[in-house]
């Protein structure tokens, strides 16, 4: 069985299960996005909610400590549940995402299918570095390489507003619905892999929303390489409901693993355990879509994947790196446990430490 993040088929089951949970402990309290109808062959462009808010505008310039480019707060109004969730430690949500920085100075790169990197919400951070493979579609007509990176730095959906975008091709057709053998796949993203190690500017965060069946020392020397260099790393954990130990990269050293939370602030039900570090939201998250697909370039995943924590985590990496640009890749894990908000996942977490993402506090 192909273990892939992004198989749709995959997603399609893991739909399912996270509406169950969702239904059983909505609180009502969140202003989140229209919510999409469950995932079919059509495309439903949902959401483009008049919210998401347009980018915020810091107005006062600051005059800033040196390891702080710039320490003015910046405040989204109706950024949508996620953003709102990871700014404050409790409920009820406040409607407002506030950050210290925007991650200004650090490059991120997603490792993932390509993307249209001149979408406006991009503002022309984002580039093509490896321009290999072909988009990510997922069946609903998401790219989610596009949604990954939106998630990381797009202007109305992202967490970092100011970071820069690197698109580093490994997709041919999303992993699981090419004709790609599981080692050829391996291969393509390795190949990936060392393109970053090989190019990456620092500060740098890496994501990767994927996930693999198998481990070949090819591929954990790969992504070794990468936190040799300097560069932090952050993983989904999988979306197969299984100990995320098994699926690589997730819980390789040194790599920030990301896991599932509902917008109930509930365990997702996908991939767990001790190889976790932290949990993010992944439900009904709003990111960027091509302007084919929502003609506000909006769209709503309705269901639960890590592909959509990893990049809120890797996003807040780049405030931290932001504000400590030499900061190595250990210092920025432990910085993401140390800082996130214990014990608010509810649910089952299967040994999964409760610890949720938190992009507030000290940088
Ligand atoms: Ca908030």
């Given amino acids: 069985m192909t273990l892939d993040a992004r198989r749709p088929r995959s997603i399609i089951a893991i739909a399912s299960l996270a509406l169950v949970l969702s239904t059983s402990g909505c609180n009502g309290d969140d202003a989140s996005p229209p919510v999409a109808g469950p995932t079919t062959q059509t495309p439903t462009p949902t959401l483009t909610p008049s919210t998401p808010s347009s980018p915020p505008s810091p107005t006062t310039p600051s005059t800033t400590p040196s390891s702080t480019p710039s320490a003015v707060k910046v405040t989204q109004k109706r950024p949508g549940w996620a953003l709102d969730r990871i700014d404050q430690r409790k409920r009820p949500l406040d409607q407002r995402f506030t950050t210290a920085n925007q991650g200004q100075g650090v490059t991120v790169y997603i490792v993932d299918g390509l993307f249209d990197v001149k979408n406006p919400d991009f503002g022309g951070r984002a580039t093509v570095g490896l ?25 109305r959906t992202g967490v970092a507003k100011r970071a820069k975008i690197v698109s580093v091709g490994d997709s041919y057709q999303c992993e699981g619905g090419s004709e790609a053998t599981p080692a050829q796949r391996t291969a393509r993203i390795v190949k990936a892999l060392d393109w970053v190690a090989e190019n990456a500017k620092k500060p740098a965060v890496v994501n990767l929303s994927l996930n693999i069946a198998d481990s070949p020392p090819t591929f954990k020397a790969a992504v070794k390489q990468l936190i040799d260099k300097g560069l932090t790393v952050v993983a989904s954990a999988g979306n197969d409901g299984e100990d995320a130990c098994q699926h690589p990269p997730a819980g390789l050293p040194t790599v920030v693993t990301a896991a599932a939370m509902t917008q109930t602030d509930e365990d997702a039900g996908l991939n767990y355990g001790r190889c976790v570090d932290l949990y993010a939201p992944a439900e009904n998250l709003t990111s960027l879509a091509d302007a084919s697909l929502s003609p506000n370039r909006l769209i709503t995943s309705d269901f639960a ?6 990049p809120l985590v890797s996003g807040t990496a780049a405030l931290y790196l932001s ?3 030499t900061a190595s890749p250990a210092e920025v894990r432990t910085w993401l446990i140390d800082n996130s908000t214990k014990g608010v996942v509810k649910g089952n977490l299967r040994g999964s430490p409760n610890r949720l993402l938190f992009t507030g506090g000290p940088l």
């Fill in 131 to 155: 321009p290999t493979g072909t988009a990510c579609n997922l069946e609903d007509g998401t790219n989610h390489g596009l949604f990954v990176a939106g998630l990381v730095a797009g202007s």
């Fill in 305 to 310: 994947a890590t592909s959509w924590a990893a």
């Fill in 323 to 325: 504000a400590h640009p």
